[in-house]
């Protein structure tokens, strides 16, 4: 996408020369509503702490339209009207404003929920406003494509080198790491001092986020004595990647999805 647009049900917003201009968006970088559990206390001041719960994310989206001629105005104004309708299960609004979501291409799965215009003096002469308002039963923001980033072993007897890895998530990020060719693979994460080993020889994937681990034979395994799971925090990162054998070379293949809240 280009910057400054966004999409959502085909339509694409804030493009050059386009008649549908986009005025403001509300909700991408404020907080959705969050649901507690604190309990007041008896007789006492103040409250019993519980968990808090994101609920749902409300995006507003302030559009201009206008026309230089009757039938543009009208086919735009159409046009609007049919992607912002209340109806159909959630669907992508995708944007990419500089800033936002680590400056990528984010989405949000959102259906319509409200949408106002006024037919004025303005709309007379081929410009009107229209606000539409749509809502996220998820609140997260996703990036649009998944990161990737593969990391390679040192071969004949060479040292193992370090790759650099930047999570631009807001979120802490679980990677999906799929190991192939290694012998007791090890990764190291350069800047935080942690590793995590499996003690196996072949292809294995390591799913962080469910927390196991899966050779290619079906068999679950367990990771290495002081392991710690590769989470990624939002920041820059140095990794390594080693196995016992050097006379051949390793790969680890990492993917992960970016969130922001």
Not at 91 to 111: D, E, I, M, N, S
Not at 177 to 182: F, K, L, M, Q, Y
Request: net charge negative.
């Amino acid at each position: 996408m280009d910057d400054w647009t966004c999409e959502y049900k085909g339509l694409v917003m804030g493009a050059p020369d386009s008649p549908i201009s986009i005025v403001a968006v509300d909700g991408l970088i404020s907080l959705p509503d969050v649901r507690t559990s604190d309990l007041a206390l008896v007789q006492r001041h103040g409250l019993w702490p519980g968990d808090d719960y994101m609920g749902g994310r409300t995006v507003t989206v302030t559009l201009e339209i206008y026309g230089s001629t009757p039938e543009e105005f009208s086919r735009a104004v159409t046009s609007v009207q049919a992607a912002f309708a209340p109806e159909g299960p959630e669907a992508k609004f995708r944007f990419r404003f500089p800033g936002a979501a680590g400056g990528q291409t984010a989405y949000v799965l959102a259906r319509s929920r409200k949408r106002s215009g006024l037919l004025d003096l303005n709309f007379a002469h081929l410009v009107c406003n229209v606000v539409v308002e749509l809502f996220a039963t998820a609140p997260e923001i996703r990036g649009d494509t998944d990161q990737r980033l593969e990391l390679k072993s040192g071969a004949d007897g060479q040292p193992s080198r370090s790759f650099r890895l930047t999570q631009h998530g807001a979120k802490t990020a679980m990677p999906v790491i799929s190991i192939t060719n290694a012998v007791n693979p090890v990764i190291e994460n350069v800047t935080t001092g942690t590793r995590f080993g499996v003690t196996y020889t072949g292809a294995l994937t390591i799913d962080t986020r469910a927390r196991r681990i899966t050779a290619s034979t079906g068999a679950t395994l367990a990771p290495a004595a002081g392991s710690t799971w590769p989470e990624l925090p939002p920041g820059e990162y140095l990794l390594r990647f080693r196995h016992d054998d050097a006379s051949k070379s390793a790969t680890a293949d990492l993917t992960w999805d970016e969130q922001w809240i």
